[in-house]
């Protein structure tokens, strides 16, 4: 069979293929799209969780009773995965159980770049990078084989550039035949392996430290690392994408190709680089292997500064090995040219706008998020003030109110997403009922995990299946945590909102109000787009400061004024609200 496939969906049919009977993962992009595929498969159980860290876990106990388990997560989520994962490193598993991250150069959709290379060396397990969408699917296989045969979890590291990018992928489509599939699994107890008290974890960490040498020396013969001959007064060590982009800009140099990136093979390394003229490392990121070439007394080329910012392209790649930098055609540069910018945008009709204006009406400032409303940073309303990682807006918001003077105080409030506050904000609201520490919350529930494609989660009722099942209350939740006042409230009504936020801030104590309004993505109700009346309209500009894409400000004898668009309106008459003129007024039906 032949299929053209992202390296995602390949991932997905290598899990398939390998026998996974369970995989588990909360989405993140360039991730998310393996799980989705996976719950397309018979046979497996597929579930989105709370965060990476329960996702892991859960993996663990089913890799413990002898399954196979795909864990999936990007590059930050392995963050949150850590703690589990370097104590997994000494118990090691029973069914094969691959993590896979996705690193995210570049930060096209992410908040950092980091390079997970180094969770392979601090966690002391094995790690494979694939170059392309064949090599997703066969090394997810290999990295089953692997886990099982040393008793450990395997890293499976991709990057947003494998994750979306579709190849030819062939493969015959039936799982393979083995433990993981077709047979009752069970659990046998072996405290010394899986529980990790000081007493067993010290003899663990011997075994780790055995298996490390143990994989180093298998690394030397292994092909998942592969010499490819040919002439050139230089040769390349490299892996993942980056060993497309030397292929394509220096087809004929030797190339040593790091499938396994994890230990590396020394000996393999030094015997390439005794046989070539200059030694080029070509990785993105962090100068990871060009360290350690380093550290095996190795002289690689020096690598300029600028190559730890960002995406590698063969123009960036040609630029480091001194060779001709490829052009492209005169036509394809002139389209790329004529393509116009698309800076992010909140949609017409979003929830979250009406939020934010009303934050920035009060003089408010918002410690924001990780997700799609974190989008409030960006002019007009340009109202979120901190963004680090996934939960810690009211963590930030508890520690501004501790020291910030009494007048500034009471102007801090935390905004959190639906999704990411069952990923990780409840901690951060028990944590300001329990020290006295106050705070508005606004938990901003559209009904889904927005920005990473509409993804469910405990408090959506649905599973990735599909399936019904128990929907968290928000509410319950922050009032079992202690919060007295909660309130949920609907972001388009602006003169309700604001009488909330001005009651619970005059309140001065832990306070949460939940804005649910589905995300429009999901409810695609419209109605008719407001009418304008460019006769009272007075060109004050404060429709435009909402921000929506809808709105266009188009000159009538010399002053803005605003047009809206009637395709993109969706008809939520926030506009109107905002209007004190009455020059935008809801048509009326629908």
Request: hydrophobic fraction near 40%; glycine fraction near 10%.
């Amino acid at each position: 069979m032949r299929a053209l496939l992202s390296g995602n969906e390949a991932i997905a049919l290598g899990a398939y293929e390998a026998g996974v009977r369970v995989a588990t993962a909360y989405p993140g992009t360039p991730s998310t799209e393996i799980l989705e595929t996976v719950s397309t498969y018979d046979g497996i159980d597929a579930q989105w969780s709370p965060n990476e860290k329960v996702a892991l876990e859960v993996g663990m106990g089913a890799a413990f009773c002898g399954a196979r388990v795909l864990v999936c997560m990007k590059h930050v989520g392995l963050n949150v995965a850590a703690d589990p994962l370097m104590t997994l490193s000494y118990t090691g598993i029973r069914g094969g159980l691959v993590l896979v991250t996705a690193d995210d150069p570049g930060a096209h959709s992410s908040q950092n770049e980091q390079d997970n290379r180094h969770y392979a060396r601090l966690a002391k397990v094995p790690m494979l990078e694939p170059s392309d969408s064949q090599e997703a699917r066969d090394f997810t296989i290999r990295a089953f084989e692997l886990s099982e045969e040393w008793d450990t979890p395997v890293l499976l590291r991709i990057t947003t550039r494998i994750a979306h990018t579709k190849g030819v992928v062939v493969t015959d489509g039936e799982p393979v035949p083995g433990p993981a599939r077709g047979r009752d699994f069970h659990f046998e107890r072996e405290q010394p392996k899986l529980v990790m008290v000081p007493g067993y974890a010290r003899p663990r960490h011997a075994l780790v430290e055995e298996r490390m040498r143990g994989l180093a020396e298998w690394a030397e013969a292994t092909d998942l690392i592969r010499e490819e001959g040919g002439a050139a007064d230089f040769g390349v060590v490299t892996s993942g994408i980056c060993y497309q982009y030397v292929k394509e800009i220096a087809p004929d140099a030797p190339v040593l190709k790091l499938g396994l990136s994890w230990p590396l093979p020394a000996g393999r390394i030094a015997r390439f680089a005794s046989s070539v003229g200059k030694l080029y490392v070509v990785e993105e990121l962090d100068p990871f292997v060009t360290e350690c070439l380093k550290a095996m007394g190795l002289s690689p080329e020096p690598r300029d500064d600028s190559l730890l910012l960002g995406e590698l392209n063969p123009e960036r790649v040609a630029e480091q090995l001194g060779v001709p930098v490829p052009s492209a055609p005169a036509e394809v540069a002139e389209e790329a040219a004529s393509v116009p910018g698309r800076p992010p945008v909140m949609c017409p009709g979003c929830p979250h706008r009406g939020v934010y204006y009303e934050l920035k009406r009060l003089g408010l400032y918002a410690t924001g998020d990780i997700g799609c409303y974190t989008l409030g940073a960006l002019p007009p309303l340009s109202q979120v003030d901190t963004c680090v990682c996934m939960g810690a807006g009211i963590g930030h918001a508890l520690g501004m109110r501790k020291v910030l003077p009494p007048e500034q105080r009471r102007s801090v409030v935390a905004v959190i997403g639906d999704s990411t506050f069952v990923h990780s904000g409840i901690t951060g609201v028990i944590d300001g009922v329990y020290n006295g520490s106050g705070g508005l919350v606004l938990i901003l529930d559209n009904r889904t995990t927005a920005m990473t494609g509409l993804q469910d989660h405990p408090a959506t009722g649905t599973r990735l299946s599909g399936e019904d099942t128990h929907e968290l209350d928000l509410s319950e939740v922050v009032r079992a945590a202690g919060v007295r006042r909660v309130s949920t409230v609907d972001p388009y009504d602006l003169a309700a909102l604001r009488a909330q936020l001005e009651d619970d801030l005059a309140a001065d104590e832990p306070a949460v109000i939940i804005c649910r309004r589905e995300c429009r993505l999901i409810d695609r109700k419209r109605k008719a787009p407001p009418s304008v009346s460019l006769e009272l309209c007075r060109a004050c500009g404060m429709c435009a400061g909402l921000g929506c894409p809808a709105i266009t400000m188009t000159d009538f004898d010399g002053k803005a004024k605003p047009v809206i668009d009637p395709i993109l309106c969706i008809g939520c008459d926030v506009c109107c609200q905002v209007c004190q003129f009455d020059a935008i007024t809801p048509s009326e039906g629908d």
